[in-house]
């Protein structure tokens, strides 16, 4: 998908570079206004405007770049079908598309993770059971359960800042820049959602 919406949106692309050096840049709440209403040459447009930042934020999560452009596609694919969802009262458009391939790239990892985990189970069948290892494992396991459980407590705001800091590895600079914010108020959610989080799992001050 990602090379048939390149090529067919060249000719935008090249007229939106244009036009870059007179302007900061496209409305993307507006493009994704358009794209709600099936307006297939806006949502090329906001492809071309977004597509190379988001493919970098999935990259840096996913960590393959042929499997990247596999989120990548999802990613778009959900934004077509969820853009009248998007409120610019709760953010900027470029955030919620943040927020969306973040998300979809999360997912991703997780579910490979827990592909290779299935796969090496049945590679043990047939072999000897090392406890301390299947102790560690379930104890890891069991971890990452009450990580999931305690992100899921946070704000949508203050969740996408934390795992874009400390699962994305962005710095509280770029976590701003990526979520369209204030360094103050990219920091205040990270803050606050690391607080909400050290409560949550119960780890002392």
Do not use: C, N
Not at 47 to 56: C, I, K, N, P, V
Not at 59 to 73: G, P
Request: cysteine-free; overall charge neutral; charged content about 25%.
């Amino acid at each position: 998908m990602m090379g048939d919406m390149t090529a067919g949106s060249s000719g935008a692309s090249a007229s939106g570079e244009a036009a870059a050096a007179t302007r900061t840049g496209p409305d993307l709440a507006e493009l994704l206004r358009r794209s709600a209403r099936g307006d297939e040459a806006a949502f090329a447009d906001l492809y071309d405007a977004t597509s190379r930042r988001l493919f970098g934020l999935v990259l840096r999560i996913v960590r393959d770049h042929a499997m990247s452009e596999e989120v990548t596609q999802e990613v778009y694919l959900d934004v077509w079908r969820q853009s009248s969802r998007f409120d610019p009262d709760r953010g900027s458009a470029l955030s919620w598309l943040m927020t969306i391939a973040h998300r979809t790239a999360v997912d991703k990892v997780r579910a490979s993770e827990a592909s290779r985990r299935r796969d090496d189970a049945h590679a043990t069948t047939h072999q000897d059971i090392d406890f301390d290892a299947t102790a560690e494992t379930a104890q890891a396991s069991l971890e990452a359960q009450r990580v999931r459980r305690a992100l899921a407590t946070l704000t949508d705001a203050q969740r996408a800042a934390v795992e874009l800091a400390y699962l994305g590895g962005y710095t509280h600079t770029e976590v701003a820049r990526l979520l369209g914010l204030p360094l103050g108020t990219a920091k205040t959610r990270i803050r606050d959602g690391l607080i909400r989080l050290r409560d949550t799992l119960g780890v002392p001050a």
